[in-house]
């Protein structure tokens, strides 16, 4: 019982090269399948996802079930996660050839049927993130952008916008003025 904890079945040094191998193809099928997989999971996307992680696990342990085959090879995905992450950082070329650029869905309140089409997105989901963000429909956005992480931002058109702390603050200082005014008046 106590060898198969910590006897690894094939040689740290494998093991290292096959999960940073699985690491960069994940990654390539990721880039490549789109922003949508990443802010919009639905249903079929969230069963590709759970697949997709069974389906890589023996590509990265090999023959291997021990604790410590399974510590290295977490040890090096996580590893090579920071220096990638660190690397896109620090390089904006790297950064939008890892992770993309941002991309226009909708401009003055109309939905732009082609980029939302190529990313295989609903406008009836887009609508919702919409709605999350404050507005009541696609037609009060002045635009809709798919950011590189896969993130909706909903730019409101300004009579548009929800009250902040500084409309908030404007009224209060509004207010206060008028009963100062009605204070002063004549016979009060």
């Known amino acids: 019982m106590w060898s198969d ?16 191998a699985v690491y960069l193809i994940v990654l390539v099928l990721l880039r490549f399948a789109g922003k949508r997989d990443l802010a919009q999971l639905n249903t079929f996307d969230l069963v590709v996802m759970l697949l997709l992680s069974n389906v890589v696990q023996n590509a990265v342990i090999g023959p291997d079930n021990s604790v410590s085959g399974a510590a290295v090879g977490a040890a090096v995905l996580m590893a090579v996660n920071a220096v990638v ?7 904006d070329r790297l950064g939008r050839v890892l992770e993309g650029t941002s991309v226009e869905l909708a401009r003055d309140g109309n939905w732009l049927t082609k980029p939302v089409r ?23 956005a002045s635009t809709v952008s798919l ?28 207010i206060e003025a008028l009963q100062r005014q009605i204070a002063e008046l004549p016979g009060r």
Request: aromatic share 4%.
């Open 5 to 20: 904890l910590f006897d690894v079945g094939i040689s740290y040094g494998e093991k290292a090269v096959r999960t940073v």
């Open 85 to 91: 992450v660190r690397v896109a950082q620090s390089s």
């Open 118 to 140: 190529r990313y295989g997105l609903r406008t009836a989901d887009l609508d919702v993130a919409v709605r999350r963000q404050g507005g009541d429909d696609i037609a009060e």
């Open 147 to 174: 950011e590189p992480g896969g993130a909706l931002l909903v730019t409101l058109k300004d009579g548009d916008q929800a009250a902040d702390k500084n409309d908030i603050d404007e009224l209060t200082r509004k």
